[in-house]
């Protein structure tokens, strides 16, 4: 099993429409959850980070977390075309506390 | 956040030969992390270079092939040695905040031929 599992892609959603992008984890130690966003040839960007159960929301984004059932996701709404990206999870694992990235899902912003 | 700077931006390699690759930090910082990023592929974690000590390898990454140097808290170096098409990448370097969230450097975009 992966230690990071992303829902796969590639996410193509209209503009102004609602994108939902889906996490899951195996360490169940994990306390800190970390969304980036990666556009096309550059390195990847914090985003969002969430630490405790329930929403946190900043500006559009809003990201998700369910400790119970080891699911962060990240909530996109009003996407604009320039919310097209890949967007990658990573834990923040209990093991030297190094973060293990996801796949990514590639998201796409149709005008 | 910390700001890295890394260089090269990119490279064309012959193989055989090494490269080394530079992250400064404009904040002192314990431990710097390198990750490399196939094509299309997420990112792997090579080393964590903390000051004063040997490197950290991961699974399936040796010194002698990624010998890390980190003389100071603000610089690190890696060099990917006797290269081979297989090394084609990109290299980041990171450095993580203070709420545990990684900054990237720019990135090193390395073609071996």
């Known amino acids: 099993q992966k230690e990071v599992e992303q829902n796969s892609g590639p996410l193509s959603v209209p503009e102004g429409a609602i994108a939902s992008l889906n996490c899951t984890y195996s360490d169940r130690g994990s306390q800190s959850f970390f969304w980036y966003r990666q556009y096309s040839g550059k390195s990847p960007e914090l985003i969002m980070s969430i630490y405790s159960n329930g929403d946190k929301e900043d500006g559009r984004f809003t990201a998700q977390l369910n400790k119970a059932s080891q699911y962060v996701s990240l909530l996109i709404r009003d996407s604009q075309p320039s919310d097209s990206a890949t967007y990658l999870c990573?834990?923040?694992?209990?093991?030297?506390?190094?973060?293990?990235f996801g796949d990514g899902t590639t998201l796409t912003v149709k005008p | 956040s910390a700001v890295i700077s890394q260089k090269p931006s990119r490279d064309i390699c012959q193989r055989g030969t090494s490269l080394t690759i530079q992250c400064q930090v404009d904040?002192?910082?314990?431990?710097m992390f390198w990750y490399r990023q196939q094509p299309g592929q997420s990112l792997t974690l090579i080393a964590t270079a903390n000051q004063g000590s040997e490197a950290t390898y991961e699974s399936g990454f040796v010194i002698d092939k990624f010998p890390i140097s980190r003389p100071n808290l603000t610089f690190s170096t890696l060099t990917v040695s006797n290269m081979s098409p297989e090394d084609s990448s990109i290299y980041l370097c990171s450095v993580q905040g203070e709420d545990y969230g990684y900054t990237f450097g720019s990135g090193t975009r390395l073609t071996v031929v």
């Open positions: 990573a834990p923040r694992n209990t093991n030297a506390g190094k973060s293990t």
């Open positions: 904040s002192q910082v314990t431990m």
